[in-house]
């Protein structure tokens, strides 16, 4: 029998910037995607590399940009020009976001809302693509 987990049920969440920091649930998300983590890596060789192999060590991290999709309701709190991800976008605000696993698991960490695209195809619902660029490291427990 598998271990694995079913992705239903994870959820985007939003940070308020307070100083004992409160994260709200970013409503109507429908898919996330990434973080992608990667390492850079540095080319260490040398004359006495082993059997002429380029040997390598490990560079920089860098986490890529968090996709997701969300069922837009343009005067919603978490989705808002008043208050939400569009206003950040807006004003190039950082804030802190949380991913929370199916699993329990979170990842969190401060970003920058890089991209808002909305869509209102005339047989489906309003939708919106948004996407956050991480700014640094990222705590994942």
């Known amino acids: 029998m598998t271990s694995g987990y079913a992705g ?11 100083g004992t920091e409160v994260f709200t649930t970013v409503a109507e998300v429908t898919d996330i995607s ?3 983590l990667s390492t850079e890596t540095i080319e260490m060789t040398n004359h006495s590399s082993a059997n002429a192999t380029k040997e390598k060590i490990a560079g920089l991290k860098e986490i890529g940009p968090i ?13 808002s020009y008043a208050a939400g991800v569009l206003k950040d976008w807006y004003n190039r605000t950082l804030r802190n976001f949380q991913i929370v696993w199916s699993n329990g698991t979170t990842w969190s960490g401060p970003a920058i809302v890089t991209k808002f695209g909305p869509s209102a195809p005339i047989d489906d619902a309003l939708s919106a693509d948004i996407e956050l ?9």
């Open 133 to 141: 660029t991480p700014s640094s490291a990222w705590t994942l427990a």
């Open 67 to 79: 996709s997701l999709t969300v069922n837009w309701l343009p005067s919603h709190a978490t989705h």
């Open 34 to 36: 990434g973080p992608e």
């Open 8 to 18: 239903f049920g994870t959820l985007l969440k939003i940070g308020d910037g307070g």
